[in-house]
């Protein structure tokens, strides 16, 4: 039996970046107001594939993963920031980001 090598492809998380900067830009929102704001920068950068309600349950799901990490407030039906923390996610999304830009770009030149 023959093992085959699996190619991952680690692809940037576009929705959870502008989930993250919508939320440092308003002081609370509710989710079809930040759903729209995600959705129409996303539209912007060209990157907001696979259909309007996928998207609205890729971001409905990562933002209540921020919730759970203390990173939102959920108050009712308003989401808020906690903004020390967030800047802390932004900070590490950042070097996450420069990663594997490094390692994208050695590997396009090693081959």
């Known amino acids: 039996m023959t093992k085959r090598k699996q190619y991952i492809r680690h692809a940037q998380d576009f929705v959870s970046e502008e989930l993250v ?9 509710d989710f079809n107001e930040i759903f ?12 907001a594939g696979g259909g309007k309600e996928m998207l609205r349950l890729r971001v409905y799901e990562k933002l209540h993963i921020l919730v ?7 108050e009712e039906k308003r989401f808020s920031a906690v903004k020390p923390a967030l800047r802390g996610r932004v900070a590490e999304m950042a070097a996450a ?15």
């Open 68 to 74: 759970s990490q203390g990173l939102v407030k959920k």
């Open 21 to 29: 900067v919508a939320l440092l830009e308003k002081p609370s929102y």
């Open 36 to 47: 729209m704001a995600v959705y129409e920068k996303l539209r912007a950068r060209n990157a």
């Open 97 to 111: 980001k420069a990663s594997f830009q490094a390692r994208r770009s050695s590997m396009l030149h090693t081959e």
